[in-house]
């Protein structure tokens, strides 16, 4: 069996784990409701409450560089990583396995997460207490109760949830109403914002020592599969040495980035072709601190290309098994109507439109710009708007 066959196996067990999470945590949550809660206190958390990533971090870290009226914790539930953190920032990271982190958890007015994992699990823990889901990604794929594969069991960790949340962020308008769908809550229960981490998308680009600034630098980032492993170049005409050599010519150069589970699946023969690189998910753990050094996109089902459209540069999709991928997940919006840019289907039009990526970028601008507007909140400071949220609370 594949790796990404395994890890559909892994996605429910990892929910198993998470209901369990939130009946061992009732205790805990029973005496929330009546402990006194502190306003100026704030507890962060992101996937299984031992990772230091996504939108969570980022706007836990413009809480630490710019309110300092506010004391700002971070759950990391891992000794070794928390201890890493903890020399790195300070003395701003938890364990919610302890009572000591327990009590730290029940006593905050506010909770900030960007996975449903929450710093402690149980029902209602929204009295009393404002709790708002950010999310990881701008929704495409069907997730909660959009999802088409959603089990019984994912079903009602999501319906349990809904006790627990407060709000959740939407990207725009249009996203509210996607949003609230897959929560199975209402709009009036979302707060519309950009995410806190595409704040880097409009920063100085971090410097990456593989990345060569005098080339056409492209970064290909297939979306994670469960019903079947990933072909980078999905064409019946593949031709390893014609692309090597049309891409060393015109000195493009595609860096692919997997989920840092699925790396070692990616084929040897595809990174040892010549202007093909890894950009390892283990070395460049977020990648929107690193998105804004890349000319262009590659996708097929990741939200990824959501998050970098403010930055108005080409977009090429290549969805090879749409139809699949619409059985086994679905999507929350018409996949064809909102994805700007072509979609070849040989490898003569693949590398056509990669020449005309680099060659004539703006022929792609007006497409993105509008969709853009559709799906993304126009205002940049994220951090800073959904700080000032936050703070009225």
Same mark, same amino acid.
């Given at each position: ?128 207490r404002y709790v708002i889901h950010l999310g990881h990604g701008i929704l495409l794929k069907g997730l909660g109760f959009t ?83 990933? =072909?980078? @170049?999905?064409? #019946?005409?593949?031709?390893? !040495? %014609?692309?090597? *050599?049309?891409?060393? &010519? ?97 490898? =003569?039009? @693949?590398?056509? #439109?990669?020449?005309?990526? !680099? %060659?004539?970028? *703006?022929?792609?601008? &007006? ?27």
């Open positions: 069996m594949s790796k990404q066959m395994d890890a559909a196996k892994n996605k429910h067990r990892y929910t198993s784990s998470r209901l369990s999470h939130i009946i061992n945590s009732l205790p805990y949550a029973f005496a929330s409701l009546f402990c006194k809660r502190d306003k100026k206190l704030i507890v962060f958390c992101a996937m299984h409450c031992d990772t230091f990533i996504s939108n969570s971090k980022h706007l836990f870290l413009y809480f630490l560089k710019n309110e300092p009226d506010y004391t700002v914790k971070f759950v990391i539930n891992d000794n070794e990583k928390r201890a890493a953190l903890i020399s790195q920032y300070g003395d701003h990271f938890i364990d919610t396995r302890t009572k000591e982190g327990k009590k730290i958890a029940i006593h905050a007015a506010t909770w900030v997460v960007s996975w449903l994992d929450l710093p402690l699990g149980g029902l209602f823990l929204r009295f009393r999802e088409k594969d959603g089990r019984f069991i994912k079903k009602l960790y999501y319906f349990l949830n809904r006790s627990n949340i407060t709000c959740s962020l939407a990207t725009s308008e249009f996203m509210s109403h996607l949003v609230a769908k897959s929560m199975g809550t209402s709009v009036k229960r979302t707060v519309i914002c950009g995410q806190p981490y595409t704040d880097a998308l409009f920063k100085e680009p971090v410097k990456v020592s593989i990345i060569d600034k005098n080339q056409f630098n492209i970064l290909y980032a297939p979306t994670w599969r469960q019903h079947a492993d990933v =072909k980078l @170049f999905p064409f #019946e005409d593949f031709n390893k !040495k %014609e692309l090597e *050599e049309f891409l060393e &010519k015109n000195n493009i150069h595609i860096f692919v980035r997997f989920h840092p589970a699925y790396e070692e699946s990616i084929p040897a023969d595809i990174l040892e072709m010549k202007n093909i690189s890894l950009f390892s998910a283990k070395e460049y753990t977020e990648v929107m601190d690193y998105i804004n050094n890349f000319d262009a996109l590659i996708t097929d089902y990741s939200s990824i290309y959501i998050d970098y459209m403010p930055l108005e540069r080409p977009l090429l999709f290549l969805p090879y098994d749409l139809e699949e991928e619409e059985k086994a997940t679905g999507f929350v919006m018409d996949y064809m109507e909102n994805t700007p840019g072509p979609k070849p289907s040989t490898q =003569k039009d @693949f590398i056509t #439109e990669l020449k005309k990526m !680099k %060659e004539n970028p *703006e022929d792609y601008i &007006k497409q993105i710009h509008e969709l853009n507007l559709k799906l993304n909140s126009p205002e940049k400071n994220s951090c800073q708007r959904l700080g000032e949220i936050i703070k009225k609370q």
